[in-house]
């Protein structure tokens, strides 16, 4: 068999012509690989934005909300706004709470209205985020917090109060689902009432289980009894794939201008 002949290099020893390609070829994977850093840089910074400063933005733009809301009472502001009184703020008195009868009337709000606030003592005595009507995110998950599914029951009424909220991102409000424990207060106030709730339950279901904001909670169809009050997020952590759900009933209702529910001075141990 005949040996294939070897081309003799080039001038000065440089390599013959034909094997510049082969350079060239080097040269592309080179850039290619350097485009594949750069992109995976941003989505590094990506994945830092979306976590990290949409929080900061989040919750800014919530605490926002919350200061611009007239009818908020004082001592909900201080806490907003990290005020420490000398002395504790009013208590409702007991002869002021409602368990069984309805609270003030209110019209339904409109979507994207801000209409309530939430308070959660299991999460903090600062814990204070605004609920709006709807809960499409660009227009109220994303930028205003926790949502208020329409066609539900408002806050008091007989029927099913049900909320959503991320559990990450955008100031995540319902991050710290998992800590509640049965009996801890949900605390609503609106301009007219405070409602004060507790947790009954919670379970995860996929996201077409729908029947969780039903009127009688998972029970479609059946004509509510009950003032109950349903908050819905996401589970896992960082992932659609599930919802976690908790449900609570309503412990009674107060006019708003005298006073704070207790509830909302005693935090869990």
């Not at 929080?55 to 005020?83: N, S």
């Not at 002021?96 to 903090?124: C, I, S």
């Not at 029927?159 to 509640?180: D, I, M, Q």
């Not at 003032?227 to 659609?240: D, G, K, N």
């Amino acid at each position: 068999m005949a040996t294939p002949l070897q081309t003799p290099p080039g001038p000065a020893g440089r390599p013959p012509a034909h094997v510049r390609p082969e350079r060239a070829r080097f040269s592309v994977v080179g850039i290619i690989g350097e485009l594949l850093i750069f992109a995976g840089a941003l989505l590094a910074l990506f994945v830092v934005w979306q976590l990290f400063y949409t929080d900061i933005q989040g919750e800014r733009a919530q605490r926002e909300v919350v200061e611009g809301l007239e009818w908020v009472d004082p001592a909900v502001d201080d806490l907003v706004q990290g005020v420490t009184a000398d002395t504790g703020p009013q208590t409702i008195p007991d002869e002021l709470k409602v368990t069984d009868g309805d609270p003030p009337a209110m019209e339904y709000p409109e979507f994207v209205e801000t209409f309530a606030t939430m308070m959660v003592p299991r999460w903090g005595e600062d814990y204070v985020r605004p609920v709006t009507e709807g809960v499409t995110r660009p227009d109220v998950l994303d930028p205003l917090g926790i949502g208020h599914y329409p066609d539900t029951a408002l806050p008091g009424e007989i029927g099913n109060f049900a909320l959503s909220g991320h559990r990450t991102t955008y100031g995540k409000p319902f991050n710290r689902v998992a800590e509640l424990e049965v009996g801890d207060s949900l605390i609503i106030q609106t301009e007219d009432a405070w409602f004060v709730y507790h947790v009954e339950s919670w379970h995860i279901v996929t996201p077409e289980h729908v029947e969780v904001i039903a009127p009688t909670p998972n029970q479609p169809g059946v004509a509510p009894t009950e003032r109950s009050i349903t908050l819905t997020t996401c589970h896992p952590l960082f992932s659609a794939a599930e919802r976690w759900i908790v449900h609570g009933v309503l412990d009674y209702w107060a006019p708003t201008g005298h006073g704070v529910p207790e509830e909302l001075l005693e935090l869990p141990s």
